[in-house]
T-cell receptor
Framework: GIQVEQSPPDLILQEGANSTLRCNFS?????LQWFHQNPWGQLINLFY???GTKQNGRLSATTVATERYSLLYISSSQTTDSGVYFC??????????FGAGTRLAVHP | DADVTQTPRNRITKTGKRIMLECSQT?????MYWYRQDPGLGLRLIYYSFDVKDINKGEISDGYSVSRQAQAKFSLSLESAIPNQTALYFCATSDFGGANVLTFGAGSRLTVL
């Protein structure tokens, strides 16, 4: 099955800094999603982005399907951005496989 | 009320006991999933169901069973719990007709002593 790898595993930022999180996947995908898990454990979908670029406020994501990676950009980070960011991808039957996540800590 | 509701939210049990985690949804989605989260390992798929008569094994189904009682209800059972099943369990739903975007419940934290 498809393999999903995320980097970096951990990231520490000062409030106001920008960051880029990466997701590599091992095969062609027809579904790729980014999620944020807040410190209380709640998982929220950020983007559905099997290809192309999307933006939502300070967050944006780009997937280059032909090169098998996706990037999540966080600009002007805030303490509320802290948590774990997961990438999940699927190929044929939309059975999403998750990466191990990037743990982000934003300090004031 | 939450779109995807999991019960119980927290449970402590002993080795060998039978445990059921329940999930109900009001989103009207066809597809339902059970994931397990362990520290540093992300989420791993246990079972998934694309409609009431459809049940499929995921990455780590051994030691678990599921029941899709209705379109809105999907339960996960541990017939004889063991300590390495201690984890955070998530139920999720998605819409077949849409982009298959997952909506998660709040999670059920299970501790097996």
């Amino acid at each position: 099955g498809i393999q999903v790898e995320q980097s970096p595993p951990d990231l520490i930022l000062q409030e106001g800094a920008n960051s880029t999180l990466r997701c590599n996947f091992s095969d062609s995908v027809n579904n790729l999603q980014w999620f944020h898990q807040n410190p209380w454990g709640q998982l929220i979908n950020l983007f559905y982005i099997p290809s192309g670029t999307k933006q939502n406020g300070r967050l944006s994501a780009t997937t280059v399907a032909t090169e098998r990676y996706s990037l999540l950009y966080i600009s002007s980070s805030q303490t509320t951005d802290s948590g774990v960011y997961f990438c999940a991808a699927s190929g044929g039957y939309n059975k999403l496989i998750f990466g191990a996540g990037t743990r982000l800590a934003v300090h004031p | 009320d939450a779109d995807v509701t999991q019960t119980p939210r927290n449970r402590i049990t002993k080795t060998g006991k039978r445990i059921m985690l329940e999930c109900s949804q009001t989103k009207g989605h066809d597809r339902m999933y059970w994931y397990r989260q362990d520290p540093g390992l992300g989420l791993r798929l246990i079972y998934y169901s694309f409609d009431v008569k459809d049940i499929n094994k995921g990455e780590i189904s051994d030691g678990y069973s599921v029941s899709r009682q209705a379109q809105a209800k999907f339960s996960l059972s541990l017939e004889s719990a063991i300590p390495n099943q201690t984890a955070l369990y998530f139920c999720a739903t998605s819409d077949f007709g849409g982009a298959n975007v997952l909506t998660f419940g709040a999670g059920s934290r299970l501790t097996v002593l």
